[in-house]
């Protein structure tokens, strides 16, 4: 059997490699957004960062809009750039403003559905983009885990517009809301337990 040997005397003669210790990674803190009942209800008090939201609503124009509203204005009054991928309708330019969005900031890609997700994943990852607002009209699984990664890649904020209908299906995004008659249910949280009951929001559609 060999002889056992100090590890300090191993160190000295360079027999084994010591390492560099692993600078600890900063917590990058969530985005609020801007309403308060809801924040507090949400782990790390806000929009999971890089990272893929999904919001479920039986049809555009239940107060979607008016959910992100408030950190789409955030950012883009910091000089951060939106993309919306391929909107049901048109974005209502007085209508942002008067929400506060600094329009030079908003851009708009137009796709048809076959095209939209990869611009989606592409606008994602850039780099280039603090927010990109899609609406997948038929996404699976493995599509959303690629807006996922796209989102973690490009250190960007993802919110995905989809039916309701889609509750049922398992989702990778960390964050599932769904609206609903002027309220929002969290069904999943990545950090926490998704509350139980609904809460009342005042969204100005």
Known sequence: ???????????????????????????VAAHPTGHPALDSRLPGGGWPPSALSEVLLGAPGQGELALVWPTLARLSQLQQTVVLVAPPHLPHAPGWAGAGLALSQLQVVHAN???????????????ACAAVLCWPQQADDRALRRLQVAAETGQCLGFA?????????????PLRLQLDAGQVRVL??????????????ALAH
């Open 1 to 27: 059997m060999a002889a056992v040997r100090a590890l300090d005397q191993l160190l000295e003669s360079r027999q084994v490699w010591r390492g560099q210790p692993r600078a600890a990674v900063p917590e």
């Open 113 to 127: 559905p076959r095209e939209a997700l990869w611009a989606a994943e592409q606008c994602l990852r850039s780099a």
């Open 161 to 173: 517009f989809r039916d309701s209908r889609q509750a049922r299906n398992p989702s990778p995004a």
């Open 188 to 201: 999943k949280c990545r950090g926490g337990m998704a509350p139980a009951q609904p809460l009342p929001l």
